[in-house]
């Protein structure tokens, strides 16, 4: 309640307004450590329960491969995390794409956190979320309310920048490498992309991508009618070039190819899975498709034809949020712009970005 | 013996945290990511680039313009100040949610809209959560 209040004072909040879901990040061992278990631990014990329906972020592993991987003290330290929002009546999802779980609908007032997720809940569902921390999703989660500052009062959720786009965005990691490049730019700013289109992947990388490299939560599609008053930006086709281009920090051959953040859609395992069909992953090489438990059930059939491929289809978890370099990766290849940006400072790896035909292209035999 | 009288001079700014405490101050003028730019453990910078990389952050009353990063971050400037590595109050040019509730939790002082400018790495100040206030109070010779 306190972080609550508190945050609502400082950001000009009137009152604490009733939300429909929460989203918590914060789950995975390898970034949350051992004294938030604490933190966590008392919460729970002191009778810290839901007040609305809240879900999980990916962990640090999953129930099939990963478990088997690390030691047992990791194993148990995560095992024991998602006990402990169990233990608060939080649902152990274990994805950043709650929105293909439970689809919130326009105007919903949530609280989300996971900026990913956050982006995609406000620009292409229309739903309205703060760019939540984990500790303000929970403390959230737990009272069932959050302060209406932020894009919860609809004087902010008006854009502030005016993006010209003067370039064609083909493959996804256009979208990607052109999020990583506004985000540097826009900081928090909320961007309308006169003309942009793309289908809702490639929009979920683009907002992935702009959330990871800047703070804002919402892009729009369209330019708002008084867009002469607007700061203006153009971006070109060398833009996007330039920073797929940096986004790549070798040219060495990859030890792990990597489909899945965010979580895919059932569409982008059915994608992967056409790609694969009559083909093998070649031996020595490895291929993870991640996403949630949710869309690997609906997608069976499409995870039957990656699986038989040789690849391999992981729930709960992805390569951001686990200990690759402990299981030998060095070299990462992905058509995710968002793990290209952070994969080299959060797990120590070189990553290369390319569409996603090239990366499967890499991982079978010819 | 230095002159006392351009020692002391007090920063108006915006109470974010209550209490109060006096320390050294560990000056920034970089914004500093709590995950991935510290290290969990130790409270050793280790942020790329940083112009506090290899300091540590125990004890210190930290001064930096803001915030950035994951909101993780919150439950690592928790998990520093629980485990005695950490900073010993906050003092930002802007508050951001990140630092805001990692100070909550680690119930450390903190005060923001203050020019961090004014003050040096080194300089003895008092940090007032309450008033939003930081005083300096010595020059650290």
Redesign the interface.
Known sequence: M??LV??GD?FGATRLIPIQSTHL??VSYK??????I??LDELASKGGRAQTPSSLNPSSLDQEILVKRYSKDRVAKQQHIIELYKKMLIQPTLTCTPYYVQKPKPTQHLAW?ESSAVVYANSVLKAWTNR?????ALAAALVGKTPNYGIHQPQNRQPNVLIKLETKLSAETDYGALGIHLGKFLKEKIPALEGLRGSDDELKQLGAAMASSG?TARFHREAPSKKEKLETMTVEAKDVEETTSNLCTTDQKPDLVFIGCPHCSINEVKSVARALEGKKVRKGAELWVCTSRHVKEKAKNYVNIIERAGGRVLCDTCVLVTWVKDLGVDTLLTNSAKTAFYAP??NEVDAILRPLSQCLKTVCRS | MKHLKATRKILRGRGIVTGRCKGIALVSQKPLSFLGGVDYNSGIVIEKGHDLKGEFLRDKVLCFPSGHGSTVGSYVLYSLVKKGSGPKAIVNQVADTVVVVGAIIAEIPMVDQIDIKQIKTGYIVEVDGDKGMVKIVGRGD
């Open positions: 306190k972080i508190r945050l400082l990040s914060g970034h949350l450590g051992d004294a938030a604490d933190f956190s939540e921390g984990a500790p303000s703070m400072t959060l």
